[in-house]
């Protein structure tokens, strides 16, 4: 097998607004508000802050100097720090094959949003009932699912979109795509936000989520949350750092795109709980309630909150319109530019085992997932397998991925030392002994009481105690996270007598670039 040449960004800023594609998704427009108005609002930043700081960004750069060192995706990367690493890597890998299948269906669901937000026809009455039975067309769990068409259809465009961008490759494909998407998506949404500001209520929005609860800082549950809102929403603990790290030329700076990752990924999700507050709080003065009582969290306040928001607004039919098309449209963008970081790490590991060619790899990879994909989660079961699959997956896979991978490689082989001289040879910020106790000591407590607090309320009250059956939980959720586990053991079993000498080779090719 010959090793092909490792492609490379074409610039800085177009790495720095791909990772931040990546870490700005989904859930910084509709999990971290709900998660910081239920924590205490304004003084859930205090410690959001101070685990962005001592946890997060840390990890991050970790991750870049592991994938930037090695120039590898993350089977390979973690193999040349060391073997008995191997596994993590594809256990990464196995959790974004898991993602990626779900999560092009919420963005197919948005795109639905955004031609019903013209003209506010949301398949009858925005509420709960509806978007189940009429728009998702779930039925009860276990039983015999068959395909939905209204979101079918949506899910195979995102999917062709997709692997259209990932077969044109790093440059002219990612990095094309992060160029444009990023700064629109700031655009679209930095409007919404200004637009909900000019809402009847919106104070009373802002003041139900800015306003502290002091007591809430000394709750563990609250760090819990912090630490796996953090963890989650940058896209660590899963490859896609290491991977898109593996694609910066030699000489690059890595802690310094980092602290810019960091900083604009936790700005979006101040910026998200501002946009979605404000308007919160338009939608509790219009029906003469508490904002308390119109939050909803996730699915609920994209799809069932903002569809009555729109649908209520004094704007006329257009301007309502537009606003829908401005929230929904965000959703759609900012899904998209992290499907696309989630696919590109089981492309770029596919390539590094077989030395195959991008579009080949894309076509033999991306295609089957796309079928599993739309098959599976565009069913009448799909919300089923999607609500138990993202839980056990988050929890159990992301979380205790990055947790292991940091405590063999902080704690158990040392490594820091030489990820740390490697990082300061190249970045404009230098590394010291603040990254060795974050990593060494503060991370690993921290991630490690998320993982065992987690199980612990896990064994006590099963997630959808009464909603699913016990087998539906088991065979959808925890064969799901351990088997992605057991596929990262497997395969790192499989011999790879190559690997050793892919580097070389592939340096040769690159030369001094």
């Known amino acids: ?306 569809p009555t928001i729109i649908s209520e607004l004094p704007f006329g039919s257009v301007g309502n319109g537009l606003f829908g098309v401005l929230f929904f449209g965000s959703l759609v963008i900012a899904g998209f530019t992290s499907l696309v970081s989630i696919v590109q790490v089981v492309i770029s590991t596919v390539q590094d085992r077989l030395g195959t060619g991008r579009w080949f790899t894309v076509a033999v990879v991306g295609v089957p997932m796309a079928v599993v994909s739309v098959g599976l989660f565009a069913s009448t079961q799909g919300l089923n397998f999607l609500d138990v699959a993202d839980h056990y997956i988050n929890h159990y896979g992301i979380a205790a991925a990055a947790f292991v991978s940091l405590v063999i490689v902080a704690v158990l082989l040392r490594k820091l030392p030489q990820l740390r001289d490697h990082l300061n040879r190249y970045s404009s910020i230098k590394v010291g002994w603040w990254w060795f106790i974050t990593l060494g000591v503060l991370t690993p407590i921290g991630l490690g009481a998320v993982l065992i607090h987690s199980l612990i309320g896990e064994f006590q009250n099963p997630y959808g105690e009464g909603e699913y059956s016990n087998a539906f939980l088991f065979w959808s959720g925890w064969v799901v996270a351990i088997g992605a586990f057991v596929f990262g053991i497997v395969m790192s079993l499989i011999p790879w007598r190559n690997a050793d000498r892919i580097e070389t080779e592939s340096i040769s090719k690159e030369g001094s670039a």
């Open 1 to 306: 097998m010959v090793a092909q040449a490792r492609e490379q960004w074409g610039t800085r800023a177009g790495f720095i607004l791909a990772a931040v594609g990546s870490a700005i998704g989904l859930g910084n427009i509709w999990r971290f508000p709900d998660t910081a108005f239920k924590a205490g609002g304004g003084s859930f930043l205090v410690p959001y802050i101070i685990a962005l700081l001592t946890a997060a960004i840390p990890l991050l750069i970790m991750e870049y100097a592991i994938g930037h060192k090695n120039r590898a995706s993350p089977p390979l990367a973690f193999r040349r720090v060391s073997r008995s690493l191997q596994p993590i890597g594809w256990w990464q890998t196995a959790i974004c094959v898991v993602i990626a299948c779900y999560y092009a269906t919420i963005i197919a669901w948005a795109i639905r949003y955004v031609f019903f937000a013209l003209d506010q026809s949301w398949s009858g009455a925005p509420d709960t009932a509806t978007f189940f039975t009429e728009f998702v067309g779930v039925e009860a769990a276990g039983e015999t699912p068959s395909l939905v068409p209204g979101v079918a259809v949506p899910a195979i465009l995102v999917w062709i979109a997709t692997l259209v961008i990932l077969g044109l490759g790093i440059r002219k494909g990612i990095e094309i795509a992060s160029k444009i998407f990023i700064p629109l998506l700031i655009v679209v949404f930095g409007c919404l936000v200004v637009w909900s500001l000019t809402l009847e209520g919106a104070v009373d929005g802002l003041n139900a989520f800015f306003t502290p609860d002091w007591s809430r800082l000394f709750d563990t549950n609250v760090w819990l949350l912090v630490y796996g809102q953090l963890f989650f929403s940058l896209s660590v603990g899963f490859g896609i750092m290491v991977t898109y790290a593996s694609y910066l030329r030699r000489r690059a700076d890595l802690s310094g795109p980092a602290l810019v990752a960091g900083f604009a990924n936790s700005s979006f999700e101040i910026l998200a709980g501002i946009g979605v507050f404000a308007a919160l709080g338009f939608m509790a003065a219009s029906q003469g309630t508490t904002v308390e009582q119109v939050v909803a969290d996730g699915v609920g306040l994209a799809f069932f909150s903002f």
